[in-house]
């Protein structure tokens, strides 16, 4: 490590945080705003489809009911993307939205 600090200008650099990270708490509270305004304004809509695996577990698909009016078509060429929400495990959440909306 030594050699890297000494070869590069790691040390000289500084953090400069955003505006609106004046703390842990302000940064909570504002991310919380955030994610319910926009649950408010731009609702998303899903199906879940339920698939019971041959050990007794269950695993759920939650489709997004996009603009063509619903799920996809058995033989439909549109590509499909499916995004793990994580640690979270709902598909309500503020950065599992914006990946939706993006794709």
């Known amino acids: ?14 953090y400069t945080p955003y505006m609106l990270t004046l703390n842990r708490h302000v940064t909570t509270v ?10 408010m304004v731009y609702k998303l809509k899903f199906e879940r489809e339920l698939f019971r695996l041959s050990d007794g577990g269950t695993i759920a ?15 439909s060429q549109r590509p499909i993307l499916c995004l793990c929400p994580g640690l979270s495990g709902g598909n309500d959440n503020l ?9």
Do not use: C, Q
Request: glycine share 4%.
């Open 1 to 14: 490590m030594r050699d890297f600090v000494k070869s590069t200008k790691v040390r000289d650099m500084y």
């Open 30 to 39: 504002f991310f919380l705003l955030v994610e319910a305004f926009t649950k």
């Open 61 to 75: 698909l939650d489709w997004v009911v996009d603009h063509e009016g619903g799920l996809p078509r058995k033989n």
């Open 95 to 103: 950065y599992l939205w914006s990946m939706i909306k993006a794709a």
